[in-house]
């Protein structure tokens, strides 16, 4: 097994992605004081599963990210891929080429892929077990490790032989296996205090399934006799329903006959609804009739009061034409004697006599047109008695 590259993008001072190959004959990355070295180890570190923020030289995880400069922004995400060649099959899986990445985004997520497939950090650890790769084994081995190794630190030289002897995954098998029994006999405590809890309510339990095995009993009695019951209502109810079917033709019957008198009375209240609307129909004419009527009365006795009224007119008229008749007869006396003497002194009094006979023939004609004017309205005067007359008989 080889490693084949390291592909850095977003890390700590690697803001552009960087892919390092470990080809034949590199041995070693060689730089001044802060161009990257240590990131490049921190980077081996995180990809296979560092979590302790201490040995990756920051406070915490987020500052693990590219954080920009000046001219640069920062990125959103730190991604780290790990390639190994698996030629001779060290890594417990059948590809011949294996990519360990890890990716933590700003926002706090993270992710494991093992060629590109999205894994559990697990999964990373149980597939480096036994193969001295690892953040805290001896392929990585920092500048105050080898002074931890001088002096022998935390049996750090013991747990460096187990790592290289492949004791480790054992022991971290043995350290898995313990917390599994300790887990186990947490377990066995729990379940023992169930059953003390169970035991000591089995007595209260065993009284509810007397009390449940009564309920039962009480329940088949109270089948039998709802049972019963139901039986007996359903004989009383089937009897009642007989009952209301018989009064039900009953009413049918009855009903029947209803409606056929109400039929009748509706058809006599149809005709008789007819009849009065023709008689209302009569009534109306008939009133308007009479009010025609009426009114030739009014207009009829309108007319006789002018007719009376010119009657009166033409009487008065006549008294007054007899009156001036007999002033014009007397007149005409006068004048016949007056006449008389005029043929007397009718040599003296030429002139006279002929004013006078200019006079008399004036006197004439009124007399002529007082008559003529008599016998007309004496001649109205009758034809208004006649229509009169008429009037009062219609």
């Not at 209302?280 to 308007?288: D, P, R």
Request: glycine share 4%; hydrophobic share 35%; with cysteine.
């Amino acid at each position: 097994m080889k490693l084949s590259s390291l592909e850095i993008k977003g890390f700590k001072s690697f803001g552009d992605k960087v892919t390092i190959h470990f080809d034949e004959g590199v041995t070693s990355i060689v730089g001044p004081n802060g161009s990257g070295k240590s990131n490049v180890v921190d980077a081996f570190r995180w990809v296979l599963g560092e979590q302790k923020m201490r040995l990756l030289r920051s406070e915490k995880m987020e500052n693990i990210i590219f954080n920009g400069t000046k001219t640069r922004k920062p990125s959103n995400v730190s991604e780290v891929t790990l390639t190994f060649i698996n030629d001779k099959g060290i890594l417990p899986t059948e590809f011949s080429t294996v990519a360990v990445t890890r990716r933590l985004y700003r926002s706090g997520d993270s992710e494991f892929l093992l060629n590109g497939v999205t894994c559990r950090l697990k999964d990373i650890n149980n597939l480096f077990l036994d193969t001295g790769i690892g953040p805290d084994s001896y392929s990585i081995i920092e500048l105050k490790m080898v002074d931890d190794i001088i002096n022998d630190r935390n049996d750090t030289i013991k747990m460096l032989l187990e790592e290289a002897a492949g004791i480790s995954k054992y022991k971290i098998r043995k350290t898995q296996t313990l917390q599994k029994l300790e887990e186990t006999d947490g377990d066995l405590n729990r379940v023992n205090d169930l059953l003390f809890e169970i035991e000591k309510s089995l007595k209260q339990l065993e009284q509810q399934a007397r009390k449940t095995e009564r309920y039962y009993k009480l329940k088949e009695e109270y089948q039998v006799s709802s049972t019963a019951l139901s039986i007996f209502l359903i004989k009383s109810f089937r009897e009642k329903l007989i009952e209301l079917k018989a009064k039900e033709e009953q009413q049918s019957v009855e009903k029947a006959m209803l409606v056929e008198q109400l039929e009748k009375l509706e058809t006599s209240i149809h005709s008789l609804k007819i009849a009065t609307d023709e008689k209302e129909k009569a009534l109306s004419l008939a009133q308007k009739q009479l009010n025609e009527k009426l009114l030739l009365i009014n207009r009829f006795e309108n007319e006789q009061k002018s007719r009376v009224e010119r009657l009166n007119y033409l009487n008065d008229k006549k008294n007054q034409l007899h009156k001036q008749v007999d002033a014009d007869g007397k007149q005409v006396e006068e004048l016949t004697l007056a006449i008389e003497i005029a043929n007397e002194e009718k040599i003296k009094e030429e002139e006279k006599l002929a004013v006078q006979e200019h006079e008399l023939q004036q006197l004439k004609s009124q007399v002529e047109e007082s008559k003529t004017t008599y016998d007309t309205a004496n001649e109205e005067l009758k034809q208004t008695n006649i229509q009169l007359l008429q009037a009062r008989g219609n």
